[in-house]
């Protein structure tokens, strides 16, 4: 909301303050003040001038060469003009040689197509009154001739005022007035206009009112008014409106503004002669009505449920929201009716929610509004109108002698009570005494009507809809004691800190190993589109297909909640790799998000099997249909993983065994061993490279995935035949996992030194390094061999084509003495024979 | 005879010398070996021995255990030498280039400025009694808007834009991590002192709005609890933060589950600087937790981390923090 502090001065003296202690008041107030704007004075030479004769430009089509008189003997200029309602005898505003516009351009005698101009004719834009700019202004009071524009202008601040939702009594001068009159306790300026002349019209209307029960509204005021005439607002309304953010449009709709801003209560008026049957409703669309054309030239799609203002046979108005088109004041109106009313907020709120209308009246409806104030409201637009029709065009209008005011369970003032203990209590502000605490709410017009030692009972004035408690009462001596007044101060208290869920140290601690290992955490959007998951090559059974998705999202791209984070992943390198980043490394610690409906029991079962995070419920709530939420590690490394260097002269790239070792040291620094890797179903997952990525398992588990990333969604993201390596875990899982491995520690030391033997062997090409592993570990006559280690694999020359060559070196090592070279010797061979047996290994 | 034992010694005298300017271990070694091992040549005039007359053998026995003895403790001497030499010549190797780069490793890895922030704070409130909650993202409007006195058809609902579930538009992506306070006052009974950090979601997205940000919630609510000692606390908090020399400001404002309700404002190089907003718990949110707010009361503040995390690292840009750029993430430490 904009607030000129010119106009606000007609509510509340405040010319002993400065423009910035105003602002810093509003600010203890909590009005936040967003903007100011300065309106500087207007320049001494921009005068009023009379226009005594307009001839065509004799060179071009579109401009006047006009003869402007600027002073009482008689002086004239000759100022060429483009204005299209340049006319004799105007008086205009003469912007002559020498003199500034607010903007800062100079004005200067200059030859405008072979004609002298000593000076130019101002439009509205050129004072920075309003945009218009194609006519000039047409100074319609009676100024003088040659007096100074900034006698009639004066030099003004605009603040932009950010108000929150509990400020509606904030949205008009007189509540900013009110505010301010408490804060620096100085008193309101009553009544800034009075009313002089009386404008009755002594005769019956013919207008009636009805308002059904379920519109909710629950006052209604009518004030019907005639002999008007729909004219242009003099230039000080016109500023003022246009200051304040709002376009002038003929006086009757500028008066309706005018005296919304000024009071908070938004006003419409119709043309009462455009009123089927002479009568105003308001009631629900119903069946009867289903569409409007409104003041906005739009046409607006009726709901059941919205209320609506409408005479015998249309709508014509969307209560509180905008006025219909057909019952718009025009340049013929004579006669209108002028509505006050106090509409339910909800429904306001609800109708302009759903026709994406949001306007000064139903900003101010949603925010409730007196419900006391309709009929002086009513009465103060009528003489705003008729007086300014009556001095500025002689033109006696006439107002009905009642309104009608259709209100028929009438408010009662509500009564709230006050503790000072309390006060004191939840303030933490121990000084203040009954005496300050009633002193404080009457500033605020809160009339006390009882007192004990401790408790006041206040009647709160009725246009404070915000104050319903105790609360809202100690909030309001708070903000005039001002928080800074507060002490600081610490509570003491004695407080076992609550049990922490662990998981969340654990995600942390994932955090601390991964960085330790070279990874980068970066945080992504957590939603995608569909395409992401055609990427992913993904079909629609497939569990990670998008299960959540969002209503209003920003844009398709990010309609849906992500199931997997490797698409962020793979955004982020696909911009790296733009950049000519080499070997990113990123891991990010987030959340998958799936419906609940049982969806769980599709293919991917084992991922998101376990649903144990369970977050409180209340009884209301189908906690059935909460979607769930899984946290998981993810990241990808890219290419290369180290670079050719000084002590390194082959440049290497990342492959599985990087993930591998990286999960390796992961999984030891959190003590778990026991872990194992089965290969990857492609209909699980399909953007993983078939030949080259494992699951993570633990009893029949699934913890996580790791793999190469499949060449087809490599090419969808952009990121060519360079392939990096990716993985996700489950780590809630994991964290499980952790939680329930203890650590077989041996507490002895080995007195006896062990042995090393190496061991070649040939086996067939099909046999894995777990089948070697498992056959050495299962050997039936295993004594000493205590460990091994694989330090060679090797296929191609002289070896046949279909086998391999392992080579490890094993350890014995033995607690009861040192081994001799015949014992060891003994067990090798045993375990190369039971190695041909069992997996048909030779000795090389 | 004796004379072969003279020779052996003068023999020996001159292996030593051959080394005994350079004694490398290993030669150090074989000269033992040479001479005193178990094939050595004293070794074999020992096995001469048995072959000697009787009455020679003492004498020749003795004379050979002098000369053992003699070779022995040159070779003592000479081992001796050998280690000290050994450290010397390590010692003399030419100086390395210790600008030389470390590693051809790719990258140092960093944690997130965002996650740094929220551990360094959460060891703070955690050293103040308070214990780290957190909830979840999609939440039903109940936990997100209700229960935290934003009632439906109320304009306090436009203070936040809102991300609904398309399947269920109950459920919202949660605006705020003040979700986490209902869900924990439901479950526990007071007193109770929480933090809540997380990620909320709100239909925003421009230079200096992100979709996705990053909110904490701290939570106090106990007997006689004040405004003051929100104040207290708050500014506790800001000194951590940034120093003793810190200066808050409380300005009065609007959140609906709180009342009175303030905006925080920290005094920096560039003026006031809006950091967050606090508030005592508005008596309705109790209401719906079943908590008495006659007997209890309590303070909420809460602040954006992504804000925070671009004051303490001197960021410009929001986006940033979401982009993914390698090159400024691996700038980040471990250690918050």
């Given amino acids: 909301m904009f607030i000129s502090i010119n106009w606000l001065n007609d509510y509340i003296d405040l010319s002993n303050y400065t423009l910035d202690e105003i602002t810093k008041s509003l600010t203890q107030l909590g009005i936040e003040v967003e903007g100011i704007n300065i309106k500087e004075s207007l320049d001494d030479k921009l005068i009023v001038g009379r226009v005594v004769s307009v001839a065509q430009h004799p060179n071009a089509d579109s401009l006047h060469y006009c003869k402007v008189e600027i002073d009482e003997s008689g002086t004239h200029l000759d100022i060429v003009c483009g204005a299209t309602n340049v006319t004799k005898n105007m008086l205009a505003v003469v912007a002559t040689v020498g003199s500034k516009l607010p903007d800062g351009t100079p004005v200067k005698e200059s030859k405008i197509r072979g004609q002298i101009s000593q000076g130019m004719l101002c439009s509205e834009k050129e004072l920075d009154i309003s945009s218009n700019h194609d006519e000039i202004i047409d100074l319609k009071e009676n100024l003088a001739i040659g007096s100074k524009l900034n006698q009639y202008i004066k030099p003004d601040a605009v603040l932009e005022l950010g108000l929150t939702p509990n400020m509606g009594h904030c949205l008009s001068y007189i509540g900013i007035a009110r505010e301010l009159s408490a804060f620096y306790s100085i008193p309101l300026i009553q009544n800034p206009r009075q009313k002089t002349i009386s404008f009755s019209l002594n005769k019956k209307v013919e207008l009636t009112v009805k308002v059904k029960e379920d519109s909710g509204c629950q006052r209604f005021v009518a004030l019907y008014m005639e002999n008007i005439k729909v004219v242009e607002s003099p230039l000080w309304l016109k500023q003022r409106l246009e200051l304040t953010g709002l376009r002038s449009v003929n006086l009757i709709v500028d008066a309706t503004n005018y005296i919304m801003l000024e009071s908070g209560q938004p006003i419409h008026a119709y043309d009462y002669t455009k009123l089927d049957g002479k009568c105003l409703q308001v009631c629900k669309a119903g069946k009867n009505f289903h569409s409007l054309i409104t003041l906005d030239d739009k046409k607006s799609l009726l709901d059941q449920n919205d209320i609506i203002i409408c005479d015998k046979n249309n709508a014509v108005g969307i209560a509180g929201v905008m006025g219909g088109k057909n019952s718009e004041i025009d340049p013929t109106t004579n006669k209108i009716v002028i509505e006050v009313a106090n509409f339910s907020p909800s429904q306001v709120r609800r109708t302009a929610k759903r026709l994406n209308t949001h306007t000064e009246s139903s900003h101010r409806f949603e925010r409730e509004l007196d419900i006391n104030q309709p009929p002086q409201v009513a009465n103060k637009v009528a003489t705003f109108i008729a007086s300014i029709l009556q001095s500025e065009h002689n033109i006696q209008a006439k107002v009905a002698d009642e309104s009608i005011d259709f209100y028929p369970t009438k408010a009662r003032a509500k009564r709230i009570a006050i503790r000072v203990s309390r006060t004191r209590s939840v303030l933490g502000y121990y000084k203040i005494s009954i005496s300050d605490v009633i002193n404080i709410l009457e500033r605020l017009c809160f009339k006390p009507l009882d007192k004990t030692d401790d408790r006041i009972l206040f009647e709160i004035p009725s246009w404070r809809n915000d104050v319903n408690k105790e609360i809202d009462l100690i909030e309001e001596v708070g903000r005039l004691v001002g928080f800074d007044n507060i002490p600081y101060e610490m509570p003491k208290m004695n407080i076992q800190p609550h049990q922490e869920d662990p998981f969340i140290n654990f995600k942390d601690f994932c955090r601390t190993i991964l960085a330790a290992n070279g990874l980068t955490e970066v945080i992504t959007y957590p939603f995608f589109s569909k395409k992401d998951f055609t990427a992913l090559n993904l079909d629609e059974n497939h569990i990670f297909w998008p299960t959540v998705s969002l209503n209003n999202a920003l844009n398709e791209e990010q309609r849906h909640l992500q199931t997997t984070q490797l698409p962020g992943l793979l955004k982020a390198l696909e911009k790296n790799r733009n950049r000519n980043q080499q070997g990113s490394r990123f891991f990010e610690v987030g959340r998958g998000y799936f419906q609940s409906n049982g969806q769980e029991n599709k293919t991917f079962s084992e991922i998101l099997s376990n649903k144990e995070r369970h977050f409180s419920g209340v009884e209301h709530i189908n906690e059935q249909t909460r979607p769930f939420e899984r946290t998981f590690l993810s990241g990808i490394l890219d290419n290369p993983l180290t670079t050719k260097g000084w002590d390194n002269k082959e440049e290497k790239n990342v492959d599985f065994f990087s993930v591998k070792e990286l999960i390796f040291n992961l999984f030891s620094a959190a003590g778990i061993h026991q872990h194992e890797w089965t290969r990857v179903n492609q209909e699980k997952i399909p953007f993983l490279h078939p030949k080259a990525s494992a699951f993570l398992v633990w009893n029949n588990q699934t913890l996580g995935w790791i793999g190469e990333l499949h060449p087809r969604t490599c090419l969808a993201y952009n990121l060519g035949s360079n392939i990096p390596v990716i993985f996700e875990l489950d780590i809630e899982a994991v964290y499980k996992l952790s939680e329930t491995t203890s650590l077989k520690i041996e507490s002895t030391t080995k007195k006896f030194p062990s042995v090393s033997r190496d061991l070649s062997l040939l086996v067939n090409d099909k046999i894995s390094f777990k089948d070697l592993e498992t056959s050495i570990n299962s050997h039936p006559k295993q004594k000493h061999q205590k460990g091994f280690h694989l330090f060679d694999i090797y296929k191609g020359e002289n070896i046949e084509q279909g086998w391999k060559s392992f080579a490890a070196t094993l350890t014995f090592q033995s607690e009861k003495k040192t081994l001799t070279d015949g014992e060891i010797d003994k067990e090798m061979s045993s375990l190369v024979k039971w190695l041909k047996d069992d997996l048909g290994a030779t000795q090389r | ?336």
């Avoid at chain 2, 150090?28 to 094939?39: Q, S």
């Avoid at chain 2, 060891?123 to 979840?136: L, S």
């Fill in chain 2, 1 to 336: 005879m004796y004379e072969e034992l003279n020779n052996l010694s003068s023999e020996f005298r001159k292996d030593l010398d051959a080394i005994k300017s350079k004694p490398v271990a290993n030669l150090v070694e074989k000269l033992r070996l040479d001479w005193i091992g178990k094939k050595g040549r004293i070794s074999k005039e020992y096995s001469k021995l048995n072959r000697l007359p009787k009455d020679e053998r003492p004498k020749f026995g003795k004379q050979l255990n002098i000369l053992k003895q003699d070779i022995e403790k040159n070779l003592q001497i000479l081992k001796d030498h050998a280690v000290e030499f050994g450290i010397e010549e390590n010692l003399s190797k030419p100086e390395i280039d210790i600008s030389l780069p470390s590693s051809t490793r790719c990258s140092n890895g960093g944690i997130h400025p965002i996650s740094l922030v929220q551990q360094k704070m959460c060891k703070i409130f955690k050293r103040y009694g308070f214990t780290v909650y957190e909830g979840p993202e999609l939440d039903h409007d109940f936990y997100n808007f209700t229960a935290l006195n934003i009632p439906h058809d109320h304009p306090s609902r436009d203070m936040q834009d809102t991300f609904f579930v398309k399947e269920n538009p109950l459920f919202v992506l949660r605006t705020h991590t003040s979700n986490v306070q209902i869900h924990t006052m439901l479950q526990e009974k007071p007193p109770l002192r929480i933090i809540s950090p997380g990620r909320v979601y709100r239909v925003d997205n421009d230079a200096t709005h992100s979709p996705m940000f990053h909110q904490m919630e701290c939570v106090v609510v106990d007997k006689g609890i004040s405004f003051a000692h929100l104040k207290g606390m708050i500014q506790a908090f800001m000194t951590e933060i940034f120093g003793s020399n810190v200066k808050t400001r409380f300005r009065p404002s609007f959140f609906p589950f709180v009342e009175p309700g303030a905006e925080i404002d920290i005094y920096g190089p560039n003026g006031w600087l809006e950091i967050g907003g606090c508030g005592m718990i508005h008596p309705n949110v109790f209401e719906s937790v079943n908590y008495d707010s006659e007997i209890y009361t309590g303070y909420a503040f809460g602040f954006g981390l992504d804000r925070m995390a671009m004051t303490l690292f001197g960021l410009s840009d929001l986006r940033l923090l979401f982009e993914g750029d390698f090159s400024f993430h691996s700038q980040f430490s471990i250690l918050p």
